[in-house]
Nanobody
Framework: QVQLVESGGGLVQAGGSLRLACAAY????????MGWFRQAPGKEREFVAGISSGSTGELTNYAESVKGRFTISRDIAKNTVYLQMNSLKPEDTAVYYC?????????????????WGQGTQVTVSS
């Protein structure tokens, strides 16, 4: 059974940092696209960051709202994906979800992913 388990969420003041982790169990995702999404109350789930396993190396993509502040990375040996979040803003408050694709590509659409974690809450106070 495949499981994605997120951790690292919490309460932080604006301008602060958090590092989310997503550990995968049940299969390896070292060559699969992985993504982070978030959902704020009353809003739709939105793409945050993705990492793809391209032929020339790993590729990353980000939502415009987080470019320059968030960094996605992965540790293949640990089967874990990370999201380093710096310069956090109150509008970053949401439940953050990790997702794994069945292909090499990290789609910006949630429909491109086969597996999802349970989510971790990130709250940024002003």
């Amino acid at each position: 059974q495949v499981q994605l388990v997120e951790s690292g969420g919490g309460l932080v003041q604006a301008g602060g940092s958090l590092r989310l982790a997503c550990a995968a169990y049940g299969r390896t995702f070292g060559r699969n696209g992985m993504g982070w999404f978030r959902q704020a109350p009353g809003k739709e789930r939105e793409f945050v960051a993705g990492i793809s396993s391209g032929s020339t190396g790993e590729l990353t993509n980000y939502a415009e709202s987080v470019k320059g502040r968030f960094t996605i990375s992965r540790d293949i040996a640990k089967n874990t994906v990370y999201l380093q979040m710096n310069s956090l803003k109150p509008e970053d408050t949401a439940v953050y979800y990790c997702a794994a694709s069945g292909t090499w590509y990290s789609d910006t659409s949630s429909g491109g992913y086969n597996y999802w974690g349970q989510g971790t809450q990130v709250t940024v106070s002003s």
